[in-house]
């Protein structure tokens, strides 16, 4: 292994995440050496950190809570959809030495949805709850699915309001607050909130799933998060959490740094079966 096979997640918290247990099984399939840690840094690290990274010969990053924004800022180029998510989860040194920032996050989520669901997006009515970093993240690969309505409901109403007009497609994306969603119903629930992570609930008119509606939680736990229990006492079709897209975002990172794409589906399944054990 040489210096330049190194990679890494930065973020706060850090210490469960799975990162470093997914790209080692990339590694170990695909035939690849790499080094992959988890490190804790605190936003007020991060730029000093990440500089000492890639100047130690660092090959690529991922950063996740609180750091993407901060990534953003810190990529010398941006590919097309980090630009539109204001948010970089990968960054990669390139052979100029120039670091490019990526956001394979909702890349990731359409992919868990699409392939390994098989849930149609084309024409449907999808909610988003929330209009945080994760919500930002995921809008536009959503729409370029061509959803027939895109609804962001968020508590704060005036931040969903102004994240639905920065796309610029108002005959698609609209933002409300919970309360306006009486009376409306949709075929996928997105839950972008970080309500999950201390165990909440944003609060959820009854009605909302139509017949055979999917919902979806980016978040994920040892456990069914709030979420994903609220769509399973509500008859959801299907009620998931985000593990499938934390494995999905990593394998286009994984591609982004080495240039070949990773089988995914006995990774989800493996992970799946650990934690039920
Ligand atoms: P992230 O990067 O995880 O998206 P964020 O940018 O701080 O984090 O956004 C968190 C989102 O979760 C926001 O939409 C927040 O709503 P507000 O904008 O009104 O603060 C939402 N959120 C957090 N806790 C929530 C709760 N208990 N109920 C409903 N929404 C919640």
């Known amino acids: 292994m040489t210096l330049d096979d190194r990679y890494a997640v930065f973020g706060h918290p850090i210490k469960h995440s799975k990162s470093p247990r997914i790209h080692q099984l990339f590694a170990d399939q695909t035939g690849q050496t790499l080094s992959y840690t988890a490190q804790e840094v605190t936003a007020e690290q991060f730029t000093t950190t990440a500089t000492s990274f890639f100047t130690e010969g660092g090959k690529g990053l991922n950063c996740t809570v609180p750091l993407k924004e901060l990534a953003w800022a810190f990529a010398d180029n941006k590919t097309n959809r980090a630009q539109l998510a204001k948010a970089v989860n990968t960054l990669a040194m390139q052979a100029d030495g120039t670091i490019l920032g990526d956001n394979t996050d909702g890349c990731g989520l359409v992919t868990d949805l699409m392939t390994n669901h098989a849930i149609k997006l084309a024409g449907s009515n999808i909610l988003i709850l929330g209009a945080g970093g994760a919500s930002r993240g995921i809008i536009s690969p959503v729409l370029e699915q061509a959803p027939q309505a895109l609804v962001i409901a968020n508590r704060t109403v005036t931040k969903a309001i102004a994240l639905a007009a920065e796309f610029q497609r108002p005959d698609v994306i609209t933002g409300c607050g919970f309360s306006d969603l009486n009376g409306q119903s949709f075929d996928l629930i997105l839950n972008a909130t970080s309500a999950s992570l201390s165990d909440e609930l944003p609060p959820l008119p009854s009605g909302l799933l139509a017949k055979n509606a999917i919902c979806y939680d980016l978040a994920y736990g040892n456990k069914p998060t709030e979420f994903v229990q609220w769509g399973l006492g ?44």
Do not use: C
């Open 234 to 277: 509500h008859n959801a079709a299907k009620s998931l959490d985000g593990l499938g897209m934390l494995v999905e975002q990593a394998a286009e990172a994984f591609y982004i740094w080495r240039g070949i794409r990773p089988k995914t589906a006995s990774i989800i399944d493996l992970l799946n079966a650990e934690r039920n054990a």
